[in-house]
């Protein structure tokens, strides 16, 4: 028998004032798991940057007729995984800034030493963006990747609890 595996899928309207009422949503979900109050705390996080990234880079007007984020939760009784998916003009600079530093931020050993490292970069005016992700993959102890479709981009981080 397979473990049984606890989902939303919600699409949202790209916006910058439905943030809040998904991230409360989201958390109502992760507590009815019963998952520790950190983990949920951790993960509300991690939606709220990965929604943020979504309405802040994507793109939905043209040809894409897209105009929501899609985002999913998964709870699995070892793992919670959260991908988010957003359409982006296949021309646009922000696929190679995303998965550059999702590859960046993968290569460091621990997350830790990639937040520091975004951080040093950021105040020495050597990076503009991508403290999110890094800031995922060490508060939110998530392991990150990014998939490029078409016009299409989706974030997974994936949480061993």
Not at 52 to 68: F, H, M, R
Not at 72 to 96: C, D, G, Q, R
Not at 125 to 135: F, M, P, Q, V
Request: net charge negative; with cysteine.
């Amino acid at each position: 028998m397979s473990d049984p595996i606890l989902y939303i899928d919600r699409d949202i309207a790209a916006s910058w004032q439905n943030i809040a009422s998904t991230r409360e949503s989201a958390n109502r979900f992760l507590t009815s798991q019963c998952l520790a109050e950190d983990t949920i705390e951790a993960m509300s996080m991690v939606i709220n940057e990965l929604i943020e990234n979504a309405i802040k880079y994507g793109s939905y007007i043209g040809k894409t007729g897209v105009s929501t984020i899609d985002l999913t939760i998964e709870v699995l009784p070892k793992k919670i995984s959260v991908l988010v998916s957003n359409p982006v003009a296949s021309n646009s600079p922000y696929i190679h800034n995303l998965t550059k530093t999702v590859s960046s931020i993968n290569e460091f050993d621990n997350a830790f030493e990639a937040y520091v490292n975004r951080i040093k970069l950021i105040s020495e005016d050597k990076l503009i963006n991508g403290l999110g992700l890094a800031r995922i993959a060490y508060e939110g102890e998530c392991e990150l990747s990014a998939i490029v479709d078409n016009d299409n981009v989706t974030l997974s981080a994936i949480h061993n609890h």
